[in-house]
């Protein structure tokens, strides 16, 4: 049971976040501020990599290049999916990184001192940690859109903050044996 007070303010949070959420949501939507940043950022590191790598044939300023560009892309795409799906697909995702990530520990090579990669046919690897820093983002964000008291601090958030640890112990587990060793 919440005071008067209280139960105002949740529902002022509420109101405003239902109006991001419909910004959000719609097609049209540009973050304007964020894309400024993004392309002030690929800027500052396109220029330095223009400087650094003055040679002939492909560069690596060229090569990066393209990654932008791929990456505009990607980023369009991904900005078409609706927040329900991401929504959806949070746990299932946080889930499947988990797997991955203890496949690592069983099956994945050790290149350059670390075991932190999944081969995949065409000589091709994956490295399961960068797709879980987006699966602990969406899992996090979709346990707190469901809670309607963060202020209190409760067991289930002890427990929230312990399974997104687990990940994270992955991470400085296999860090840390694998620098031992060598």
Request: hydrophobic letters at 45%.
């Amino acid at each position: 049971d919440c005071s008067p007070r209280a139960e105002t303010r949740i529902k002022e949070r509420a109101a405003v976040n239902m109006h991001i959420s419909r910004s959000y949501e719609s097609k049209n939507f540009v973050d304007w501020n964020l894309l400024s940043i993004v392309i002030s950022i690929c800027s500052i590191g396109l220029w330095n990599l223009y400087s650094a790598s003055q040679t002939s044939g492909i560069t690596t300023f060229q090569k990066q290049i393209v990654f932008i560009i791929l990456g505009i892309i990607m980023a369009t795409m991904v900005s078409q999916i609706s927040m329900k799906t991401f929504e959806s697909a949070a746990y299932p995702l946080y889930l499947i990184c988990n797997g991955l990530l203890v496949l690592v520990l069983a099956i994945g090579p050790v290149i350059k001192g670390s075991q932190r990669w999944l081969p995949l046919p065409g000589d091709l690897n994956l490295q399961p940690s960068e797709i879980m820093k987006v699966a602990i983002i969406l899992a996090v964000g979709k346990y707190f859109s469901r809670t309607k008291h963060i202020e209190e601090l409760t067991l289930g958030y002890l427990v929230r903050f312990l399974n997104i640890s687990r990940p994270i112990g992955f991470f400085i587990t296999t860090a840390w044996y694998w620098s031992h060793l060598s």
